[in-house]
C-alpha cells in the first residue's frame, strides 16, 4: 500500500467477540479435558479481517460494538495489536459475546460455541450510524462482515451498503442469511459467501450456477469460497476459478475471514481478478496452519502464493 495514501480500509464487525481458543490433544465427548494451551484475541469476523489486513502492511479501521467487562478487555487486546489496526467501536451496555473455539491438536478439528451478543439500543444504534458516515470519509472500502446483534434492524447491510455507495466507497459484504438476502440487493460490489451460504441464498447447491445467480440477486462481483477447494469469482471481468496446490490440516476457524483480506488487499492495490483470488487462496490455506483466527502463517502463505492454481472458466 503506497506510504502517502491517508485512506484505510474500514471493516464493520456489529457483533464482536472476546475470542478464546482452548487446545486439547484429543477431543472427546462426555470426558474431562486437560487443556495444553490456551489464547485470547478480540473477534468477530470483521477484526479477524482487520488483523491479517495489519499483518500484510495495511492501515485498517474496525467499527462496530463493544461492551461490559468483555468488551472492555476487548479494547485492551486490540490496542496491544499496535497502529496497524485502530479502533472506533461503539460503547454499548450491553456485554460483548464470547466465543469458545476447542481445537482437537490430534486431527485439528475445531469445536466452535458461540455466544448471543448483547441487545443494541436505539441509541447505540444512532450513535454507530453517525461514526459511521463519518468514518466513510476516510475508508478506501468498507468491508461488512459477520451476525448481528439484537436489536439491529435485519435490513442494516443493505443500509450500510447505500450509504457507501452514496459515499463513493467500494463494499464488501461477508454474512449469511436474512442479512445476506437482503444487503445483496443493495448492490455491494463484493459479496463472500462460502458455499453452504451461496446454497441458501439461490437455492442451488453447484456454485458457479448459484454464483451466476447471486449476480442476478444484485451483487457486482461473488467471491464464493469453496473450502479446501479453493475459491470461485464470477465478476464482470471474468470468472474464475483457484485452487490451492495441496491440502493443508489445522483449525480451518478464520480462514475465510483470511480470504477476505486477501480479497480487500488485492480490490485496494488494484489486482486483476486472478491475482486477488491467488492471494485469498493463499491466505486462507496459510490460516488453517496457525493456531487461532486472525492470524496466518507467514511461511505457508508466501511458499503457497505463487503455487495457487487460477484457471479462467466460461464467461459470467
Known sequence: MDEGDARVILTVTLNTALDITYQ??????HTT???TEVTE???GKGLNVARVLAALGHRTVVTGFAGGVTGT???ER???LGGGVMDALV??????????GVVDTGSGDSTQLNEPGPIVTTPEWSAFLGSYAELLREASVVALCGSLPPGVPVGTYARLIREASAAGVPTLLDTSGEPLRRGIAARPDIVKPNADELAGLTGSTEPLRAARDARRRGARAVAASLGADGMLAV??????????PRRLVGNPTGAGDSAVAGLLSGLVEGAPWPDRLARAVALSAAAVRAPVAGEFDRA???ELLGRVEVTEGPAA
Do not use: F, M, Q
Not at 486439547?24 to 465427548?29: I, K, M, Q, W
Not at 465478476?235 to 490451492?244: D, F, I, L, Q
Open 24 to 29: 486439547v490433544p484429543r477431543l472427546r465427548a
Open 33 to 35: 479435558h486437560r487443556v
Open 41 to 43: 484475541r478480540p473477534g
Open 73 to 75: 478487555v476487548l479494547r
Open 78 to 80: 486490540l490496542a496491544e
Open 91 to 100: 460503547p454499548i451496555a450491553g456485554t460483548t459475546r464470547r466465543t469458545v
Open 235 to 244: 465478476t464482470p471481468e471474468g470468472t474464475w476459478r483457484a485452487a490451492p
Open 300 to 302: 505457508t502463505y508466501e
